[in-house]
């Protein structure tokens, strides 16, 4: 079993510009450069048969090469458990229309379908047991985050090991378009 997901890798000056914002929540697990992108599908485990029909499917993913800006900052919770901070990006038709087509690549290889709503981010830090004041003081002191524009030529298929650190991804698969 192989753990997938399908992103878009953030560029490194796009990332130095993040890190300088990863401070002021005590306990954050802040993400490295290295970790920072935008998920376009989480597929999960898959057998390693899957991963490959999976591969082919997004092979076949067409589109032309477009612009995303991140915009925005925010959080995810479950009830008062904050769990994650994040980046914002700005509305993009062609940001939701490859989402769909990365959907429609798992719907191919056998996959059952995404029951979230997209919503595309970049995690800059995982939390557990946040304070909630610390968070809404770093959201107020980041939501009006705008990056400059990012050309999108390419997504990636990575793979996902857990450790006593977070994750750690390594590209599999790189498809470019265009």
């Given at each position: 079993?192989?753990r ?7 560029p490194?000056e796009?990332?130095?510009a993040?890190q ?5 929540i ?7 450069l290295?970790?920072?992108?935008v998920?376009l599908?989480f ?10 029909d999976?591969?082919a499917a997004l092979m076949a ?6 612009e ?7 959080s995810?919770?479950d ?9 914002g990006?700005a509305?993009s038709?062609?940001?939701r229309?490859?989402a769909e087509?990365?959907e429609?690549?798992?719907r191919?290889?056998?996959l ?13 830090a995982?939390?557990?047991r946040?304070?909630?004041a610390e968070?809404?003081a ?14 999108i030529d390419r997504?990636g298929?990575y793979?996902s090991?857990l450790?006593?650190e ?8 790189d498809?470019r378009l265009?």
């Amino acid at each position: 079993m192989i753990r997938l997901f399908a992103a878009l890798a953030i560029p490194p000056e796009i990332g130095r510009a993040l890190q300088a914002r990863q401070s002021g929540i005590e306990g954050a697990r802040w993400r490295p450069l290295e970790a920072l992108h935008v998920t376009l599908r989480f597929f999960g485990e898959v057998r390693e048969d899957v991963a490959r029909d999976l591969d082919a499917a997004l092979m076949a993913v067409g589109g032309r090469p477009f612009e995303i800006s991140l915009a925005g900052a925010g959080s995810f919770a479950d009830g008062d458990d904050i769990h994650a901070v994040w980046a914002g990006v700005a509305e993009s038709p062609e940001l939701r229309r490859l989402a769909e087509a990365c959907e429609t690549a798992a719907r191919c290889a056998g996959l059952k379908a995404e029951k979230r709503h997209y919503r595309p981010h970049v995690t800059l830090a995982y939390l557990r047991r946040a304070d909630l004041a610390e968070v809404a003081a770093w959201i107020q002191a980041n939501n009006l985050l705008k990056s400059p524009p990012i050309t999108i030529d390419r997504f990636g298929l990575y793979s996902s090991t857990l450790g006593s650190e977070g994750s750690h991804y390594r590209l599999e698969a790189d498809y470019r378009l265009g």
